[in-house]
């Protein structure tokens, strides 16, 4: 055995890959224990297959991380293999030359990133080099690959990944963000190219970049993570797994058809998700949290759910996916809404606007209003304080009929804690009684109309009840609050004050469901503040 060799693979304490801070909030080094968890996971499933064979005993097995940073997991296989392979390759020397040349591979998503995945797997950033555990490469950079690519821009827009060529036609001193992997139309033939000879992967996996800002400001952005998921699957390893943002659950910007296939393939085997992302990437705060999941090639059926938060776990569940339209991560929420479901009530998505409901020159910052009432104007309920202001009613290019009828706003944005990562949750904002006469930004969504100012009353009484932002809750990955999340809310008699006792009541909750929603759920006051406990 080398000294290179043993240095390599003895324990390090601390471990250096534990104390490098994370490049973003969407490009998140990965953990070495719980790039661990998802190698048990995948042990485990390999097993099970597999007769109850090692995968780390298998000298065949090749692996892939499409998405390499830190190069965690390419080195903790890389651990595994080597314990694993002991009596298959008695000598260590050539049994980790074996491991690093024909069964571990990674692509850089940038030349810094790929510099450090080296020096984590061959302890040298040149594969190599004198000082890297490989014995046999004949180029600098081994089965970790990297080179800068450009974005393809048609109409502002790279054609691959949607980036937005004002923010990411950044020159040659600054990365591109153009990852190589999900920036071809054809993955086989460019890995043939990069790693050279067929390459066929047993098992992907990795962390990919999750989002693309946009507009400068983040305020909008392309999401990146469902690419690389669907460009992984497209080469048909055995198995795929991954940790990505878990608002693809219900949400996110453009994952709606990601979703569908992947609620509908019967492909995910096991997924683990973390509503409270700290719990996995401390440093970082990802908006509805965190999961990963077991694509498995072979499998057709129903998928083991686990849930984590906090010290409790709930699972592994044998779920159905596709049993709603999103995927509810708490299976005592399911239970509960197939009990809300059975009742023939139409939902209150039916009768929400739309985003801008009254038209989109009135945005957030809206500058066209008077502080006193002028002839003909109208009310204008925005974000900003309770203080009156007036609009003409010129400026108003949609839903003009409801300016003169009874309406609730729902404000767009849940407050504080988004996403259920802290509990219990407000989930929605204060509900206002809008009156006839007067209209709302897009700070708002609106409810109506409605016969009476009685009745948006008994309506935002139903709001502020436990029950209805529960239902609300498990359509809501993030703050963000459009008119979707009101699906599984069911319309009510808007003739009388609302409340939690009378609908638990009415939909016959255990007394084991109550609780779960009220250890779930915030209280909220009349005036919308949250509730003394």
């Known amino acids: 055995m080398s000294a290179k060799a043993g240095f390599a693979l003895r324990a390090r304490n601390p471990d250096v890959l534990t104390c490098i801070a994370n490049l973003s909030n969407d490009e998140v080094f990965t953990p070495p224990e719980f790039a661990n ?3 048990d996971s995948l042990a485990d499933v390999w097993a099970a297959a597999n007769g109850g064979a090692d995968i780390w005993a298998d000298r065949t097995v090749r692996f892939l991380d499409p998405c390499a ?58 594969a190599n080099g004198k000082h890297s555990i490989a014995k046999s490469f004949a180029n600098d950079d081994g089965n970790i690959w990297f080179k800068r690519t450009e974005h393809t821009w048609i109409d502002d827009r790279c054609t691959y990944c949607g980036a937005n ?34 390459m066929r992967f047993d098992v992907i996996i990795g962390n990919p970049p999750y989002q693309l800002a946009d507009e400068g400001h983040g305020a909008s952005a392309s999401t990146i993570y469902n690419q690389f998921v669907e460009q992984a699957i497209s080469l048909e390893p ?22 569908s296939s992947m609620l509908t393939s019967g492909k995910l085997r096991t997924i683990v998700d973390f509503p409270n992302s700290a719990e996995v990437f401390p440093s970082v705060d990802i908006k509805g949290g965190v999961s990963y999941f077991l694509w498995d090639q072979e499998h057709d059926g129903n998928c083991e759910f686990t ?38 009530g139409k939902p209150l998505a ?43 009613p010129e400026v108003i290019t949609r839903n003009r009929e409801l300016i003169d009828k009874w309406k609730v706003l729902l404000p767009k944005a849940g407050p504080g804690n988004s996403g259920g990562h802290v509990l219990p949750d407000m989930v929605l904002g204060r509900p206002l009684v809008s009156e006839p006469g007067s209209v709302c930004t897009l700070t708002y969504l609106v409810v109506g109309p409605l016969p009476s100012e009685a009745a948006c009353k008994s309506l935002s009484s139903y709001l502020r009840t436990r029950f209805a932002r529960f239902l609300v809750s498990l359509r809501k990955p993030s703050q963000d ?28 909750l255990t007394h084991e469901e109550i609780a779960f929603i009220e250890r779930m759920i915030r209280p909220m006051n009349p005036d919308g503040d949250n509730a003394n406990e």
Not at 355 to 379: C, D, M, P, Y
Not at 485 to 504: F, I, K, S
Request: charged share 30%.
């Open 481 to 508: 609050a459009p008119r979707g999340v009101y699906t599984w809310v069911p319309q009510q008699a808007w003739d009388r004050e609302w409340t939690d006792e009378e609908l638990y009541a009415k939909y016959r």
């Open 307 to 344: 849930l984590v938060r906090g010290g409790e776990v709930v699972g592994p569940e044998a779920r159905k996916l596709d049993e709603f339209d999103v995927l509810i991560r708490d299976i005592r929420g399911v239970r509960i809404l197939r009990k809300v479901l059975k009742y023939d």
């Open 238 to 259: 055995r198995y795929a797994v991954m940790v990505t943002p878990s608002r693809w659950f219900s949400g996110g910007k453009g994952v709606d058809e990601y979703r």
């Open 69 to 126: 940073k830190s190069g965690v997991f390419l080195r903790e296989i890389t651990i595994r293999l080597t314990k694993g392979l002991a009596d298959v390759i008695p000598d260590l020397e050539e049994r980790v030359d074996h491991i690093v040349t024909n069964q571990v591979f990674g692509i850089g998503i940038t030349y810094l990133t790929s510099l450090l995945a080296r020096r984590s797997l061959y302890c040298s950033k040149h």
């Open 37 to 39: 968890r998802m190698l």
């Open 165 to 198: 060529r004002r923010d990411y036609d950044r020159g040659e001193n600054l990365e591109s963000h153009a990852y190589a992997f999900i920036h071809t139309r054809d993955v086989k033939t460019q890995l043939t190219e990069w790693f050279g000879g067929d």
């Open 350 to 392: 039916d009768i929400v606007s739309a985003r801008w409901a009254f038209g989109i020159e009135l945005t957030s910052n809206f500058s066209q209003w008077h502080a006193r009432r002028l002839k003909g104007s109208v009310r204008l309920y925005m974000q900003g304080g309770d203080r009156e202001r007036w609009v003409d």
